[in-house]
């Protein structure tokens, strides 16, 4: 079913058919990445609706659900910002149960969630399979790591400033507004980390700028 024609449609399909002028087929891979309130899941499911439009097998997964235990994330205190940046995530068990599987092709089985950060506990995710013909997209923070750039053939880094981006967490999670409280030190902190680290606005394959939620654009060379 072909999806209304929005400012958002008509910006995601033209973000799709860039992925298709390099993959007519096969199994394809792409990453959503932002800084935390950027608008990744939301952007990552509507981007997945378009590619459904053209009647590709599309599963979603977020890098949420591959969390490290509580006591492993915070293993360098809990206000460490480094320990957010290099110990949130379960990057072994990521590529092993989905993205090596998803690559291996027709036939193989794979997981799109292994772990319930609310519940600090393990999820009991089945295994699933897919066509040839099918596209993963993953949503998540640090997606552009250095170690994690060459699982994705196509990847979009959505860009918010962080005023704009914490704003939106605070009506999502009820947390502070204001980017330097220091609640929010470890979160910031450790997303600056990334951002002068891995580079993720030069690494990605599109920049798209996500502030306005109805309305994003693609933005080019040195926008950033």
Known sequence: M?????????????????????????RVIIAVDGVDGAGKTVFADRLAEVFAEEGTAVFRASIDGFHRP????????????????????????????????FRTGEGAGFQLAVHDVVRDAAVESEWVTAPRDAVLIVDGIFLHRPELRGLWDWSVWLEVPFPVAYARMAVRDGSDPDPDAPTNARYRQGQELYLREADPRRAASALVDNSDLAAPVRVFGDFC
Do not use: C
């Open 70 to 101: 509580r006591a492993e994330r915070y293993a360098r205190g809990r206000t460490s910002p480094e320990g957010f940046y290099r110990d949130s995530y379960d990057y072994a068990t990521f590529r092993r149960v989905l993205i090596d599987p």
């Open 2 to 26: 072909r999806l209304p024609t929005t400012p958002v449609t008509t910006l995601l399909r033209g973000l799709r058919d860039e992925v298709r002028q390099h993959y007519r087929a096969g």
